[in-house]
């Protein structure tokens, strides 16, 4: 096992370091990156100043002689490439990023002038809040129901909460949040619940018994909007799963012998049945973590890692883009290690030392 985890460890160089040059490379030949935005900006500034004092100066001189109105310097060109780090060949930038990246060094925003790093930190706070009720409360739901599922097969019970798990699956979140805002956030029947943030203002004020029923009290409508469709794939796989259990041979000799259907249920199903959802456990619980919605986030106001990545990616910002892309994707490849070691967890008869 031990040589397994350190070839798992080893490859992930190679995929990392083709993840981020594939990257690097493709925005390098899109249109508009952060120095031809700053130059239309500054262009647009002069024409502006120009305008204003058009028509004949004290000089004599008309508009048309107006700087700003010929575009920028080329010195001044060269010094913004200069301060956005493109006065260097790509493939010397491309090996710089990623000597600072192993350093966990990822530079300074270009649209937001802050370190990468603090601006991330800044934006967990939400992301983490949804993520994490979302997981929690879509795990501790999903399994009970989906065994009970499983357990009254073709019921009355069954057919009802497949419709309406389906049903809420088929709606998607954002068009759920714009309905829960209409109903319940002030829009055109009750107003019951905030509409902006995570915590009202004033929230450090608050005594600690306020401050947590503030904080749930905003995320009642963004969480309910997140964890309904998540229902649906978790309920059913658990469900089929453990029919596919109780439908083999040793559940019908454990009967044979005596059990109750609990004890034939909780005994011996229960750890077989759970293996393919245990087994996803670690990257269902990372990417709840840090997978933020943007439109969940734009719908109630929520700024958090999904708009910080849509509005890097729109602003031209690369070294926020670059910079996440980097994080997700190591962590991303340690949890989909952390997955296989917890099939040889769950299941001792999985070993990966044989298969090799």
Do not use: C
Request: charged fraction near 15%; proline fraction near 4%.
């Amino acid at each position: 096992m031990a040589a397994y985890i350190v070839r798992r460890l080893l490859l992930m160089v190679p995929t990392l370091f083709g993840v981020m040059l594939v990257t690097f490379f493709v925005l390098q030949f899109v249109p508009g990156g952060p120095v031809e935005r700053m130059i239309s900006l500054l262009e647009q500034d002069s024409h502006m100043g120009g305008s204003m004092g058009g028509g004949e100066t004290a000089g004599g001189s008309s508009f048309s002689s107006y700087r700003g109105s010929k575009g920028l310097d080329p010195e001044q060109i060269e010094m913004l490439q200069k301060l956005y780090g493109f006065d260097k060949p790509a493939h010397e930038r491309f090996f710089i990023m990623l000597s600072n990246y192993i350093r966990f060094d990822f530079g300074d925003s270009y649209y937001h002038h802050r370190r990468v790093v603090d601006l991330v930190i800044d934006k967990l706070p939400v992301s983490i809040s949804l993520g994490m009720w979302t997981f929690f409360i879509t795990y501790l739901v999903s399994i009970p129901l989906g065994i009970r599922k499983a357990v009254r097969h073709g019921s009355r019970f069954d057919t009802v909460t497949s419709t309406l798990i389906l049903a809420g699956y088929s709606i998607p979140g954002f068009v759920l949040g714009v309905l829960l805002i209409v109903l319940f956030g002030g829009g055109s029947f009750w107003d019951l619940f905030p509409m902006r943030g995570i915590v009202s203002d004033g929230w450090e004020a608050l005594s600690w018994p306020a401050k947590i029923a503030d904080y749930l009290w905003h995320m009642v409508l963004p969480i309910t909007a997140s964890v309904i469709g998540s229902f649906a794939i978790m309920t059913m796989l658990t469900k089929n799963s453990f029919l596919e259990e109780i439908s083999k041979q040793y559940v019908l000799t454990a009967r044979a012998k005596g059990l109750s259907e609990q004890g034939v249920l909780y005994r011996h199903v229960f750890r077989n049945a759970m293996i393919p959802l245990v087994t996803g456990f670690p990257s269902s619980f990372v990417s709840a973590f840090f997978s933020g919605s943007l439109l969940i986030e734009t719908i109630f106001s929520l700024d958090g890692l999904g708009l910080l990545g849509y509005e890097s990616v729109i602003n031209r910002d690369y070294p926020v883009v670059m910079a996440t892309l980097y994080f997700y994707t190591l962590l991303g490849l340690l949890t989909k290690l952390l997955t296989d070691l917890t099939y040889v967890w769950v299941d001792p008869r999985i070993t990966f030392d044989e298969a090799q």
